[in-house]
């Protein structure tokens, strides 16, 4: 925390120095209805800021990228000056495609950043959008400056609705003479009068325009009743709908200030008292009018919501780097909730269904956007067209937030690394960009947008946390409809939002270093990324075979009947020396690099309390079977983890150092929370019985648990939520954002390895990008995405990254609806297999309600597909544990080079047949068919069988 | 009623609370019900196949220039995998190959006449694949006509489907006015015979011959007449005894694949009554049965045997409370759109409110629950209309290498197409290993090969320890095939770990039995020693009495409750004593009070498996409330009308003998109790008769009690016990609105205060 303090410091000092006030031309450009045949075009109107450093030379300005910028609208433009290529920040053809009407879709291209927000005591279903031009440079509130890494745009987004010199009420006898005075000639001001004001004159009744020339008695007796200071005063009002629109009131006072510039005072007042700035007020606008008007309601103030940031756009030499300092938000925290703010919404966007081509025929670009749902997927331009799936499909960053009531991702991977990327290969090159969220990412979520016209990826950001409720709740009484309420959190995140735009250039200009233009290059791009910032190391040494988890259950209560009582026992389900047997058979039979993950057994089995304190079970061999295990694990070399779950805590106890009121999360209405997961039956989310475990107690609660182990051989803990489940906590005393919750947990993690000692091993869970660099290993990672229909494959880009580093698996195998499918996604991924298995009394499970959903996990029931599965993937995959994924590919019949078959002489189209190349060009043809095929890919046409795979070298077959 | 469904619905909530289920790599979780209504996942047995929904795009309409599908609603597979989506808003029948690539489409066809005819609103199709009535059926609604193609299997494109006959609008005199031939789904069975559902016709499914003549209508229940109505029928001379058809509208049409001459039927249901639609669900009254098994007869023949009746989802809410967190979540029951039947029997259902499939055996066994609403792929897209519009079952012969031979062999694949109305697209799902073993030992059982579904049955339950069907099918083959004890034994686990209390009682007389036979001297013995204590203990208990009756002065505590046994059996004498001889006392009143509520825990925590086979939630707090709040209720009720009419008891006195009266209640709980352990089926009366005799044997002591007490006469004796059990309710009501208002208030105090808190 004091360190992200100190380094925010540096960087405001830093940027604020190198802060250079810009000299810019005014750009000429209407916005609105200049169009652009080209990128080239749009850039020429530009203003040139300045070129990018390279890293490995001295000089300043002589990179390869070039910063222009609009300072009438903030678009950007970064132009590589080898290629020519040019990336927009907004795309040049708005005033093409949309109609000259259509100024809000033109204004929404147009724009850098949005935010949305919602009133709070309107609640959160009132959520609306401002846009940085529509609402920003449209009233010419940006300011840019030049700084010395690039730009610095000063948003103030939402009208800033300021007091006009327009008088409300005023006399009729004080105006005629006030505007008399400047000159105007009584027709003049008679029909500056009628336009914009209501005239309360007993004499000349003159109303919304009908003038009453005679007005009838009633009337004038109204009129009389209403606002008898009209017999001693006649008056004006101004007309309500003048005053609401802020160009009426514009012209009115430009009007006025023309008539008579003397009555106006100025705003301000300099050293010697005499009036400066601003001209706000017409000096005879009358109080006592005022007051006085009982039609007041008509000038309710409308509301000007506004939202000012500060964003830092820095040319890099291979990219830009967009950095918004959080602590620069301001608004009117006491009325409105900024929900989140989005950046670059359509960075390097690509055309989508936009002109027509020479035969009429509707043309869109070609390309994909990458986004990291599960293993990674992508969405084809063309398929967004074909399956008319346009919108957008969106996820937040790491999973669900248990804090909040409010739980959405049913079904669906995880997106667990803050990347996303765009590939566009329809111009003469290829060209794209890949995307990495530096800080911010727990807040964050990615977005692929596919609207009219325009393709894009972005990502938004969390700002000010907000959760509704029901109110309803508290009413025992079947209400079938619910009080919503929203509450906004006083807490808000200071920290910045960062992101790395990583441009891609084709490779036909032979750059060195640079990477392909494809999920591929992104893959490689990110995994030197994070292997240069310390984050992943290549494994070195590795075992001659490749890793099996086995996860295997301790004990569970079960409740049973003696001599007609009732009592509650622990039925062993696997004990310690049942561990030790099951290495020995396994290793019999060839499997003994086995990583054992020991589930529920210390403090009371499967539904243990909190591992602040550890007893062992003893049905399960108690302290004494655990230490003959571990040494036989010594001895026999294999790895014995214990699963501790500091995240959630299932069961209390009394005199513990764990209690809920000190440790659990609380939500934003202070309760404890508890996970929740989808639940099939009813098809909403249900609570389970873990209540969430705040992480800013990980560290306290960590240090009683090692005291408890002490004297024990554990060397591997299984801590699988740290690197699944992110959890807000809300508690008002002790308030950690999902940021701050992501930094703590990595302090945590830290702690807990204390790298370069030794101290413990961990495995999590998924793999959430910030848990990785600590974990020796990774269960459950996604190896498959979410298979959303908008979206077209799912690629491995999980395993592009992380394989040949990290040592993970995915769900476990025997839990898998499709095991060959799953085992193939393994392969695919360079994944580890792992199993969920129990040795004896595995039918009480089903008893149990929170481990029923273990329906099949006897060992000695799947002791012969385990052997035979890690046989089959171990031949596959043993020497290839510490070689990286070095290409993918779709085999299909739209690729020249390849064909592909069914055996009843059908060729395929779709993308079921992948080639997955690793390092030193040895691979695998994978057939997601249910059907066999025949490939034929440089060389002898292959049978591939359903569900199956075989081995193939690209070396070999001589492709590239 | 209501109160108990409320109540039903709320243990459903909480069962369901206790069972969460993990994420796997397909985007809907598999389940099961347990016998007693418990949610339990399953494998999967059908998941999605290759990467996308089967679209237009996918097809290949766009490339041939043709119009994307708009508006499907029905698909059918016929033998070769060919798939036929009814394309209705294009006036067409788009027809793909078992890879879902284009085949043809059927649009424009020269008729009868020779005349180039075209479809109207088409809305289904039918398939026969084999024998004389080969051919594409096609429905085509308001043309009112069904048109039969020939099928050229080998040809794609044009040929493949030739026009070969239309069945043009039989002759039918519709009794409503809604009736109108608008025919939207037909079947044709083995002979020829066609069956209709006709849009609106409420009289049930149109039956007609091969040439299209109309026979009847079938499916439509008979109103049954109460005795009173059929009474008042037969005397009234003006009214005639009429039987009339229940109205029915059927919405969809399969044929039994098994026997080629069953036809299912899907009925609609008004959406009013799905109340007492729940309450029939629950309780597995099948007059709410949305899915019919047809013969020719039109009876429904369908065997619903299974846990609960196949009608879709079966933990449904109805009205269930919408709050932020479940927001867009279906309640009430299933609405039923399609019915597909598939290989062994099996059959499955369509939930357009919940886009789920239900699979069901010949039985009616629920075999799982696979399905769910959204936009991940195997997931059908919600929309106004609902999820999903149509089923089947895809089964034909793929080409397959042959691993060991590598030749080129058939294989039979089984898949279950979805059909997506909104999105226009087709959903595959292909069946598992699991889905597979399941329908081994479904053949097994259908075949009646029992011992090979026993192995069969063995491979189920251990890829899915949940599926409480194969442990009833294992625990009755085993207890068919029992040599030895141990297998009884064994059966019974089965039996125990499926709750089925039913079969657990037959294996358990059997093991009761053997036992008997095998221990009969020492349980004679046994008996003996039990009825010599009893004697004994009476005889000694007797003999303190009476030495008590003539010893006058303080009495032992001993004494006093021993007393008890003397009042159980001379109570007009006993009470006497008890008031005027002072034979008992307050703290002996108290130890009877706590020995019955420990003999009410023990009752609830000591029942045999039988009677509670998901084990006690029974606590002392519970089953101390189960005592003590009569008990006060009543002294405090009969204490205040007592003094009303001149009792002559105190208070003290009431509290006594009512404590006394409760004596015989645990002798008789106790001993019921252990017989739960030993008595079960029929004989489960017995413990509970032993219970009734305790309760009647208590109330005829409290009476004598106050009468003696209160020195009463009878007439007035029973005027105040009246009286004091109306006060008894009186007390109840107050104490309970009370409760309410407080409850209600401090909800709403906090409610507000939470409110102005948020804000």
Known sequence: MKNRILAALLAVLLVGALLVPMAVGASTVDHMSDTFANAEEKLATMTYIMTSDDPDKEGEGDGILQLYVDNKSGEMAIKN??????????????????????????????????????????????????????????????????????????????????????????????????????????????????????????????????????????????????????????????????????????????????????????????????????????????????????????????????????????????????????????????????????????????????????????????????????????????????????????????????????????????????????????????????????????????????????????????????????????????????????????????????????????????????????????????????????????????????????????????????????VTVDKELTTFSDIIEMQEELSKAGIYNNSFILKGFYNGGLASTYPTEIKWQKVLGGKDGLSDLLDDADKNNYDVAIDVDFSYSYATKWFSDYSNSKHAVKTLDDRYTTKRVYYAATQTFERTSGVAVSSASFITLFESFTDSIEGTKIKTLATRALGSDLNSDFDVDNYFSREDSKDETVEFMKLATKLGEERFDLIVDTGNAYSVPYASGVLSAPLDSSKYIKASESVPFYGMVYHGSVEFAGNALNMEGDEDYMLLKAIENGATLYYTLAKQNVEELKFDSDYNKYYSVSYDFLKNSIVENYTIYNNAMKDKQDKYIEDHRFLNDEDEDCAVTYLDGTKTNNSLVVLVVYEGGEGFILNYNSQDVIVEFGGEPIVVPALGFEEYSVKEAGVK | MKKIAKIAAFMFAFIMLLAPCAMAATPYDTYTYSINGEVLKSPDAYVPDGVAPVNSATIGLDNLGGVAMDNPTDVEADDFGNVYITDSNNNRIVVVDSNYNFKAVIQNFVNGDGVEDTFNTPTSTFTVSEGNYKGLYVCDKLNKRIIKFTINEEVYGEGAYVFEKTFKEPQINFSSDTGAYTPISCVVDKHGRMYVVSDGTTEGIIVLTNEGEFINFIGAPKVSVSALQAIIQTVNPWTTLEFTNVPTTYSNLELDRTYGDFVYGTIMYNADDENSQLTQLTSKVTDYSPVKLLNAGGTDIMQRTGFFAPAGEVAVELNAKVTAANEGAPSGVSKIIDVTSGPDGVWSILDNKRAKIYTYDRLGNLLYIFGDVGEQFGQVTKADNGAGQAITYQIYNQKAMDEKTGAVVDKETTKIIVLDRSNASLIVYRQTEYAQVLATAIGYQNDGEFDKATGAWEDVLARNNNFDTAYVEMGKAIYRNAKDRDDLDTALAYFENAYDTENYATVFKAIRADIMERYFIFLVIGIIVLLFVVVKVFGYAGKVNKAAATKGGKRSLKEELTYGFHIIFHPFDGYWDLKKEKRGSMRAAIIFLIITVVAFYYQGIGQGYYYKPQGSTATVISQAATVLIPFFLWVISNWCFTTLFDGEGSFKDIFIATAYALFPLPILVIVSTLLTQVLVGTESQIPTLIISVAYIWMAFLIIIGMQVTHDYSMGKNIVTVVATIAGMVIIMFIVVLFITLISKMTSFVSTITSELSYR
């Open chain 1, 81 to 566: 000056k080898v290629t020519g290529e040019i990336t927009l920040s907004n795309p040049y053809n708005v005033s093409d495609v949309f109609p000259a009407t259509n100024t809000a879709d033109k204004g929404y291209r147009l724009s850098q950043v949005y935010v949305n927000y919602f009133k709070i005591t309107s609640g959160k279903d009132a959520m609306s959008t401002l846009y940085s031009y529509n609402d920003c440079f449209a009233y010419n509130q940006g300011k840019i400056s030049k700084t010395s890494e690039g730009i610095r745009v000063d948003y103030s987004i939402g009208e800033e609705r300021r007091d006009y010199a327009v008088p409300l009420k005023i006399a009729l006898e004080d105006f005629y003479k006030a505007m008399s005075e400047g000159g105007q000639s009584s027709t003049q001001i008679e029909k500056l009068v009628k336009e914009n004001f209501n005239i309360y004159d007993p004499d000349q009744v003159y109303i919304e325009n009908k003038l009453l020339s005679n007005p009838s008695l009633t009337l004038r007796q109204e009129m009389i009743n209403e606002h008898p200071i009209c017999l001693e005063t006649p008056f004006i009002f101004l007309k309500p709908g003048i005053y609401a629109s802020s160009y009426s009131m514009e012209v009115l006072e430009a009007k006025l200030i023309a008539a008579n510039p003397e009555y106006f005072v100025l705003s301000e007042k300099d050293e010697d008292g005499k009036p400066i700035g601003e001209k706000t007020q017409f000096e005879i606008d009358s109080e006592e009018l005022w007051d006085e008007a009982k039609d007041r309601e008509n000038y309710v103030e409308k509301e000007y919501p506004n939202f000012k940031f500060t964003v830092d756009y820095k040319l890099a030499n291979d990219g830009l780097i967009v950095n918004l300092d959080a602590s620069t938000v301001e608004y009117d925290k006491s009325l409105y909730c900024l929900a989140n703010i989005t950046i670059l919404p359509y960075f390097a966007s690509a055309a989508l269904d936009s002109d027509l081509d020479e035969n009429g025929n509707k043309q869109y670009d070609n390309g994909y956007i990458f986004i990291p749902d599960g293993s990674g997927t992508i969405v084809r331009f063309e398929d967004l067209i074909a399956k008319k799936q346009t919108g957008k499909l969106t996820s937040s960053l790491y999973g669900s937030d248990y804090a909040y009531y409010q739980i959405t991702n049913k079904n669906t991977e995880p997106y667990t690394m803050p990347v996303f990327g765009m590939v566009n290969t329809s111009g003469e090159y290829d060209k794209g960009y890949f995307a990495i969220i530096e800080d911010g990412d727990a807040l964050a979520s990615i977005t692929a947008n596919a609207e009219r016209y325009h393709i894009s990826a972005y990502a938004s950001f969390n700002y000010a946390e907000y959760d509704t409720y029901d109110l309803a709740d508290a009413f025992s009484g079947g209400a079938s409809s619910s009080t919503k309420i929203t509450v906004v959190t006083d807490n808000y995140y200071e920290g910045d939002y960062r992101i790395y735009y990583k441009l891609l250039t084709d490779d036909k200009y032979g750059f060195e270093n640079t990477y392909d233009t494809s999920y591929v290059g992104m893959a490689k791009l990110y995994r030197d990324y994070l292997t240069e910032n310390g984050s992943l190391k290549k494994i070195t040494d590795v075992e001659e075979n490749t890793k099996l988890f086995l996860e295997v259950f301790g004990s569970i209560k079960v409740k049973e009947q003696m001599f007609s009582f009732p």
